[in-house]
């Protein structure tokens, strides 16, 4: 089973880092599929959060705003299963690695990108997963502790991306 996961330390670092990999491994030529979380900060309010369809979008709010007093959770779980339909119809068109912002409540409760990451593992397809403290013991009891724990570095999970996958094939040139 090729899944790893990152946590990097800081609010939203995990989610900026995700989104330069998936552009950095867009470039490289590999097909991605998945979301990257995209948040936008409000002065003093509770950032909107948006994830982008991988590779080229739509982007999509996920957050939902219930009011200035609000304490409750403000994912909106209709958008997200819209995002979780998107990716999985993306999946079946062939991919080479699926990256998952965020394995949050809504995974750690059976709902959310849990059966798109096991359609992506069934098929073959490495999972890069966005974690936190917060979800970790549910993640691993899904992955049943075979998940690779790896650094937000961009070359330790490029490492970990080659050695699991298979090469991608780079286009010829035509020499007239």
């Known amino acids: 089973m090729n899944i790893a996961y ?3 330390p800081g609010r939203g670092d ?16 590999y097909r991605t599929c998945g979301t990257v979380q995209i948040n936008t900060e409000r002065g003093g309010h509770p950032c909107d959060m948006d994830v982008q369809v991988l590779p080229d979008g739509p982007v999509l709010r996920i957050s939902q705003s219930l009011g200035a007093n609000a304490k409750g959770c403000r994912l909106d779980p ?4 819209t995002a979780v339909g998107q990716v999985t119809m993306r999946l079946n068109q062939g ?3 699926l990256i998952v912002n965020k394995f949050g409540k809504h995974e750690a409760d059976g709902r959310g990108f ?7 593992l ?5 999972v890069i997963v966005g974690l936190s403290a917060l979800n970790a013991e549910a993640f691993h009891v899904f992955t049943g502790d075979c998940a690779i724990a790896l650094k937000p570095d961009r ?4 490492d970990w991306l080659q050695s699991v ?3 991608l094939e780079v286009p010829q040139t035509v020499n007239s």
């Open 78 to 81: 209709s958008v997200l299963e």
């Open 95 to 97: 991919a080479d690695v």
């Open 114 to 120: 849990r059966a798109v990451i096991a359609d992506a």
């Open 122 to 126: 069934s098929q073959g397809v490495p």
């Open 165 to 167: 996958s298979a090469p």
């Open 14 to 29: 995990t989610d900026q880092f995700l989104f330069a990999l998936a552009q950095e491994l867009a470039s490289l030529g």
């Open 155 to 158: 070359q330790e999970i490029l």
């Open 6 to 8: 990152t946590m990097a």
